[in-house]
Each structure stands twice: as structure tokens, then as C-alpha cells.
């Protein structure tokens, strides 16, 4: 495991070229491509790993991801996605393709699975549903063409702000037919088949709304990106950030860790570096946050003359919910219990947007989706490094301000009473877990719960947010949400800036390094 370098206040006597707030995938993608380009960067980190979502954490023989199950398309070395991971991590990054069953979708009368590659997929669903060859594949189609139709609309971010404006209309017209619509719409309007929706959109916990209210293109991109199936890092997770910032540092730039950003220094209007929370201030001719637009606009740029817009646009989009995961340890490997590479959704209902209202109102209903990984069984490195052991971690909804009474507190001190109401929600998860994995039940040795006040304290996102922003109709709209912003070498980067997920933070980092040197990257470098 790689040691990171902790930030001393020395370090601000070196000069970079580039300063980047976190440590994400996308913020080491912009970072490794500046500096293969020559450039140096400084990247800080406020956690005590690098990595963002992508890093992991340990607890006796256990180790777990904490934000990336499955990642599509990379098992094909010609697919863009791969090009950048390979060329971001210096070839270094290695994937292992999951079994063709990537997603399980439960409902309490039966279970849907989702199968590699698309054929497969279309086929097992017209077998589950008769009769309906012909509306699957008018579904495959709009899915299809709304992702391609995407293509020009997320380019244009790119592109200097008098292109982009001058070209904006022609280069979105077509994607917003189907990404101002919302899921349940398009899906209704080709099956009308409420039982067809709740199994087509079984995947919604990937991008984190419903079907009634998530935008029709980000439920077509997550469809269309395992459709040829999952793969995990050989490793685990956190060799992406190893291998990344190998090769960041192997083009003299720099990471450190304990180095959370309080504020963006500004000269006149534009961005001249950074002070960090122990008042160390760095400055740099360029400065890209990849910090989330929440906290970059509403915390970072405070002392801007602009920060009253900032303002105004951040009530124009909607942080998303946030929610537990418990990581669980079994003193078996996962070939012995028969864990699989195959993620589990498990429902209550086929109606997800009534499950998720009654839950938000109720939390003593069931849980909307209990989403179980079993990272352990994905990692063909995993047995080596840790014999006789097999790891999994389960995903549910929650709610920010359920947490609001013990909010007051930092991570692992919340108190008795935190701790007691964790217990219960973990034997309640495990409950669920185990009528679905009851071999696993007799190897369970460790489990640990993170809650939304974990999310705030540990990555920083102050309601505990999932996902950055969420994807309904109106956020594709944000015009805003680019790597340009609206002051002089300061620059954005990560999900909030495209979309969630691992490929599309990672995509960020292109864009925003195309914003930055005004060349198309996509066309030079992959
Ligand atoms: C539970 C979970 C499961 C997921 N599963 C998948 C999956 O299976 N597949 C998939 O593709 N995607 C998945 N995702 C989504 C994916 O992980 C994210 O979309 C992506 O990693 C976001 O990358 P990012 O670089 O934009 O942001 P982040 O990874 O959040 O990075 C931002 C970084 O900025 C740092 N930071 C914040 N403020 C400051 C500051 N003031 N100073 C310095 N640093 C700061 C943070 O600590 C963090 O390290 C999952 C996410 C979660 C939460």
C-alpha cells in the first residue's frame, strides 16, 4: 500500500504551475495529464488518503472500496474509457472482467439478471417479458441514441466560451429531446408497464434518483455502460490512485494529503493560488478544483465579488440524497462461501419512487434498495494478499437531517447514542442481506457502518451527498456546470462538472485539461 505524503508548511516554497483542490479521479486525471504535458502540479488533498472516492480503508484483515462496485466498457482496450485510464495511469492499471451477470434486480415475487453482453441483455428481458422484441429494442435504440446524442452536448463545455456559446443550440437541440425527459416518461411512453419499469430502472441506485424524477440520459448512460458487462480494478480501487500518482510524480509533480483548501486566493479577479486550512498560502497561475461545485462556489470562492450569482446558481441544482453503507468481513475466502462477482438490488416493490417516499417518511419502512457488492470476489489479487477473508459491502438510502441531532460532532465521535442507533441499522441490513446470502451468515466476523455524518466528515460533501448534484432534467440545463469558470484561470473538474461515476469523473479530467490548454486532448492523446 502506498504511503502518502502529509503537507508541510516547507512545501509552499516550491513553485508549480498548477494547483488542484482534491485528489479524485478527476482531479488526478487532470493532474497526470498536465504534467505528461509538461506542466507541474501540486495536487492537495484535504482526507488522509488520495483518492477520493476511489481510495480504501482497512480494518483487520479487511480492506474495502468506498465508492466504485463496477466500472463498464474498460474490459475493451479500444474503448475511449480505457484509452484514458491507460493513458492516465501510465499503462499501469489493470482491470478483471466480472462474470456476465453483472446486476441482480430482487423484487420480493422474482428476479431479473442482467446479462453481457447487449444481446444477451435484450434477449433475457423479452424472455421475462413476451412479446415485447420489438419495444426492448426501441428502448435499446433511445438509449443508444440519447448517449451518442450527448457527445456534442458534453464537447461543447470544452470548447472557448465564444464557440461554445456560438455553437451551444446546434450542439445540444437534438440530446435535449430525451435528457428533458424524465426516465418513467420515455419508459412508460414505449412499454406502459409499471412492472417493466421498475426492472428496467433497477439500476437507478448507480445515478441516484428514481425514475420519476431522473433525466432519461443519465439513466440511458449508466444502462449503456455495463451493457457489455463489469470490471474491477485488480487490486482493489485503490490502485488507481496508486498508479495515477506514480505517474504524476514520475513527471515531477507533487500530492499531499491533510491539506484541505479554506479558500481560492483572488488578485483582481482572478485565481493566484490557494490558503490552506492551517493558513499556508501557495499560489500557482492556474487553479483547478475538483472539490465539487458546492463546495467551490459556496466555500472556496467566498471573498469573490461574484459570490452573490454563485449563490443563485447553486439554488438552481439539488445536492443528492446520501446514504449508509455497512462494510462487512467474513473469515472465509469468497470461493469458499460462494460469494459471486454478480451485485445484488434488492426492492420492496417494483414502484421505486413510492418506495424511496415512503422510506423518506418512515424510516422504520423498508429500505427503498439494499444494494450489496462483494468487492473480495471481483479482485483475483484479493486471496493473495488476504487469505481465508471475503468482504462485502451494503448500500441504502438515507437522509441528511436524520442525522442533524449528532451533526455537531466529528467522525468516530458521536457519541453512545449514534453508535446504538448504527447497531440497529446494521442488524436490520444484515437481516436483509442474509435472506438473500444465508451461506454467508456463519463467516461473519466484522462490520462497520458509515451514515451520512461519515460522508461529511471523511469526503467532505457537507450534506453528506452520494453523488455530487443530482441528474434530473433541469441539471442538464446548468450551462454553468463546466470546467470554465467565471474567474480568470480558475477551473472546475469532477462529477458535478459531467456526470457521477468513476468514467465520467475521469472524462472530467480531459475536459478540464482541454479547457485549460485549448486543445483538444480527446483527438491528441487518446
Ligand atoms: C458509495 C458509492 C459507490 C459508487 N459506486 C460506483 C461504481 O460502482 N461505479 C462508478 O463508476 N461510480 C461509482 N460511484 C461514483 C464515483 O465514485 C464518483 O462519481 C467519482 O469517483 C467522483 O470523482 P470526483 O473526482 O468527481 O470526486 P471525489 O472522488 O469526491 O473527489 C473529490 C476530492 O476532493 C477532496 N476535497 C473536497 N474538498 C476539499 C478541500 N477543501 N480541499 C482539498 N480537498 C478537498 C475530497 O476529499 C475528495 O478526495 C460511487 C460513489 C459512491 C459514493
Request: proline share 4%; glycine share 8%; hydrophobic share 35%.
Amino acid at each position: 500500500m502506498k504511503k502518502w505524503s502529509t503537507w508541510r508548511p516547507e512545501n509552499a516554497q516550491e513553485q508549480f504551475d498548477c494547483i488542484i483542490i482534491g485528489s479524485g479521479i478527476s482531479g488526478l486525471t487532470t493532474g497526470a495529464i498536465l504534467a505528461k504535458l509538461g506542466q507541474k502540479v501540486l495536487i492537495l488533498e484535504k482526507h488522509f488518503k488520495i483518492g477520493g472516492w476511489t481510495h480504501t480503508f482497512k480494518r483487520k484483515q479487511y480492506e474495502w472500496d468506498v465508492g466504485i462496485h463496477y466500472i463498464g466498457e474498460v474490459h475493451n482496450s479500444y474503448s475511449t474509457a480505457r484509452k484514458l485510464f491507460d493513458f492516465a495511469s501510465d499503462g499501469k492499471l489493470e482491470w478483471a472482467k466480472m462474470a456476465d451477470n453483472y446486476d441482480r434486480i430482487i423484487f420480493p415475487d422474482k428476479s431479473y439478471d442482467f446479462n453481457a453482453p447487449r444481446q444477451r441483455f435484450i434477449d433475457d428481458l423479452v424472455g421475462h417479458f413476451p412479446g415485447t422484441q420489438e419495444k426492448m429494442e426501441e428502448y435499446i435504440s433511445a438509449v443508444d441514441t440519447v448517449v451518442r446524442q450527448g457527445r456534442p452536448y458534453f464537447a461543447n463545455k470544452a470548447l472557448p466560451e465564444w464557440i461554445a456559446k456560438m455553437t451551444y443550440s446546434t450542439m445540444t437541440e437534438k440530446y435535449f429531446k430525451l435528457a428533458n425527459r424524465t426516465t418513467k416518461d420515455v419508459i412508460m411512453s414505449i412499454f406502459n408497464d409499471e412492472k417493466i419499469l421498475g426492472v428496467l430502472t433497477g439500476q437507478w441506485g448507480d445515478h441516484g434518483l428514481p425514475p420519476d424524477q431522473s433525466s432519461f440520459a443519465m439513466h440511458a448512460m449508466v444502462v449503456r455502460h455495463y451493457l457489455d458487462g463489469g470490471n474491477y480494478p485488480v487490486g482493489g480501487s485503490r490502485m488507481i490512485a496508486e498508479t495515477i500518482t506514480d505517474h504524476i510524480e514520475k513527471h515531477g509533480g507533487k500530492t499531499f494529503v491533510n491539506a484541505g483548501v479554506d479558500e481560492i486566493l483572488l488578485k483582481k479577479d482572478k485565481a493566484i493560488g490557494v490558503r490552506l486550512e492551517n493558513g499556508d498560502e501557495i499560489l500557482a497561475p492556474k487553479v483547478v478544483s475538483s472539490a465539487g461545485v458546492v463546495n467551490t462556489y459556496g466555500k472556496l470562492l467566498r471573498s469573490s465579488k461574484h459570490a452573490p450569482t454563485f449563490q443563485k446558481r447553486l439554488r438552481k441544482v439539488v445536492p443528492t440524497g446520501s446514504y449508509l453503507c455497512l462494510y462487512v468481513g467474513f473469515n472465509r475466502s469468497a470461493k469458499d462461501i460462494g460469494l459471486e462477482t454478480t451485485n445484488l438490488w434488492i426492492y420492496p416493490d417494483y414502484d421505486h419512487d413510492k418506495n424511496i417516499a415512503e422510506f423518506s417518511a418512515d424510516s422504520e419502512k423498508d429500505f427503498p434498495v439494499v444494494y450489496v457488492s462483494f468487492p473480495s470476489a471481483k479482485d483475483p489479487a484479493w486471496d493473495k494478499e488476504h487469505p481465508n477473508s471475503a468482504t462485502m459491502e451494503v448500500i441504502t438510502m438515507a437522509q441528511f437531517d436524520w442525522y442533524d441531532k449528532w451533526a455537531s460532532g466529528y467522525w468516530k465521535k458521536h457519541g453512545d447514542e449514534y453508535e446504538a442507533h448504527k447497531e440497529k441499522l446494521s442488524q436490520r441490513l444484515l437481516e436483509k442481506v442474509f435472506e438473500h446470502v444465508p451461506q454467508a451468515k456463519a463467516h461473519l466476523d466484522y462490520y462497520e457502518l458509515s451514515t451520512p455524518l461519515t460522508v461529511r466528515d471523511l469526503a467532505n460533501y457537507p450534506q453528506g451527498e452520494l453523488y455530487g448534484l443530482e441528474h434530473d432534467p433541469s441539471r442538464f440545463q446548468q450551462r454553468w456546470l463546466k470546467p470554465r469558470s467565471d474567474i480568470k484561470n480558475l477551473f472546475l473538474t469532477g462529477q458535478d462538472i459531467l456526470t457521477v461515476g468513476v468514467t465520467s469523473a475521469l472524462f472530467s479530467g480531459l475536459v478540464t485539461a482541454s479547457a485549460i490548454t485549448k486543445k483538444d486532448l480527446r483527438k491528441e492523446l487518446l
